[in-house]
């Protein structure tokens, strides 16, 4: 459905944002159904409750190994630095409208799906300090490609990128006041958008 509404119109620049788009949340479910698949193996269950009990009896390397791949899948999602190059790309091809829900929901999907494996699945995990190293460039590079783009269309993409750096920081300090700024920040930035 998103890669038909980003290709609404069938113009060539978005037809080549929409197979990005698509190439992009393929790969990025891949990794995640690997994830899942791994984590099933690993503990004989999907359920989050049982997960979250389950998962710190494993080997710290399967552990760190099932959450890299999550977090790289959300990540991607999220649109979170270094994996961020498709949401540029992708999100100003497509109609006003339908860049604005994006902007507003899916990669706050990804947002959300990070809050919560660091939170449920992996708390005080081996990767926060990583995370929070990742938000920041996100941050960085969001605002510095934002400042580089002459159509504002782009602008607002890579402020978005931007934006959603701030959301996995607070994630990543793994902290209550953190994960506070963070949820109010999802929740504004869906409304805002």
């Given at each position: ?6 290709t ?5 620049p978005r ?21 899942i ?12 409750a049982?997960?979250?009990q ?7 390397g ?5 959450q890299?791949?999550?977090l ?8 979170v630095?270094?994996?961020y ?6 999100y100003p091809?497509?109609?006003a409208?339908?860049t ?6 899916l ?11 660091q939170?449920?699945?992996f708390?005080g995990?081996?990767?926060?300090d ?6 920041l460039?996100?941050?960085i ?15 607002l993409?890579?402020t978005l ?6 959301m ?9 006041a953190?994960l ?14």
């Open positions: 459905a998103s890669y038909v509404l980003l609404l119109g069938g113009t060539p037809i080549r944002g929409g197979i990005t788009y698509v190439v992009v949340s393929l790969t990025s479910s891949l990794l995640f159904l690997a994830g698949g791994l984590a099933y193996a690993a503990t004989g269950t999907v359920n989050m049982q997960l979250a389950r998962l710190g009896d494993l080997p710290e399967t552990q760190l190994l099932i890299s791949m999550l790289i899948a959300f990540g991607i999602k999220a649109a630095f270094p994996l190059a498709w949401l540029p790309d992708s091809t497509a109609p409208p339908v604005a829900v994006f902007a507003g929901l990669t706050k999907v990804g947002v959300y799906a990070i809050i919560r494996l939170t449920l699945l708390p995990g081996g990767l926060d990583l995370l929070m190293w990742a938000a460039a996100t941050m590079i969001g605002i510095l490609g934002a400042v580089a783009q002459s159509d504002i269309r782009r602008l993409s890579f990128v931007s934006h959603v750096g701030y996995i920081f607070g994630s990543g300090l793994a902290t209550q953190g506070a700024g963070a949820i109010f920040y999802v929740a504004h930035h869906i409304a805002i958008q």
